[in-house]
T-cell receptor, first 114, second 110 residues
Framework: DAGVIQSPRHEVTEMGQEVTLRCKPI?????LFWYRQTMMRGLELLIY????????DSGMPEDRFSAKMPNASFSTLKIQPSEPRDSAVYFC????????????FGSGTRLTVV | LAKTTQPISMDSYEGQEVNITCSHN???????ITWYQQFPSQGPRFIIQGYKTKVTNEVASLFIPADRKSSTLSLPRVSLSDTAVYYCLAPPRSARQLTFGSGTQLTVLP
């Protein structure tokens, strides 16, 4: 398995533009998580899905952020409109609900909003 | 959720054994101690998990005393490539989500 695949690897966009981050989880994993990492706040959980259904989105910072999981093999995190303070590394992770050791993270998308 | 406390940073030299201690005073009966490692520009990676006593795998050992209020991650003979941030977590065995703290930045020096 190629692991959790995220795209793009890097994204630079202008303030006000829409940004879409993509994630392909590991086949067979039924939970998917979006995290954001910054120097100031560390790793923050934004939202997670179980069996394609959003379970907890309390970490989503504002209405500008939205996430979807149309099927078991694909998820998106959208920011519209983007702002400079959204600059961060966004990680997607998936798990098979077999405990805390079963989480696999992608390599992340480094987002820079100028 | 059990709160974990670990040192912000540690330095070591190549070839030494490194022990990172994590305290989790309010750990619950159903909580497991779990460690993740994060290299620069990568996502966190699972290292080891245990409930009590000692667990060892090809990467590290995890020592957990009987009261489970702390745990120690032991990395034998570290190399430069072990420079990373190490996160200690104590989620329930059936945790649906992971909450990461600040972690310990380990720097291995030549």
């Amino acid at each position: 398995d190629a692991g959790v695949i995220q795209s793009p690897r890097h994204e630079v966009t202008e303030m006000g533009q829409e940004v879409t981050l993509r994630c392909k989880p590991i086949s067979g994993h039924n939970s998917l998580f979006w995290y954001r990492q910054t120097m100031m706040r560390g790793l923050e959980l934004l939202i997670y899905f179980n069996n394609n259904v959003p379970i907890d989105d309390s970490g989503m910072p504002e209405d500008r952020f939205s996430a979807k999981m149309p099927n078991a093999s694909f998820s998106t995190l959208k920011i519209q409109p983007s702002e400079p303070r959204d600059s961060a590394v966004y990680f997607c992770a998936s798990s098979n609900n077999q405990g805390a050791g079963g989480y696999t993270f992608g390599s992340g998308t480094r987002l820079t909003v100028v | 959720l059990a709160k974990t406390t670990q040192p912000i940073s540690m330095d070591s030299y190549e070839g030494q054994e490194v022990n990172i201690t994590c305290s989790h005073n309010n750990i619950a009966t159903n909580d497991y101690i779990t460690w993740y490692q994060q290299f620069p520009s990568q996502g966190p990676r699972f290292i080891i998990q245990g409930y009590k006593t000692k667990v060892t795998n090809e990467v590290a050992s995890l020592f957990i005393p009987a009261d489970r209020k702390s745990s120690t991650l032991s990395l034998p003979r570290v190399s430069l490539s072990d420079t990373a941030v190490y996160y200690c977590l104590a989620p329930p065995r059936s945790a649906r989500q992971l909450t990461f703290g600040s972690g310990t930045q380990l720097t291995v020096l030549p």
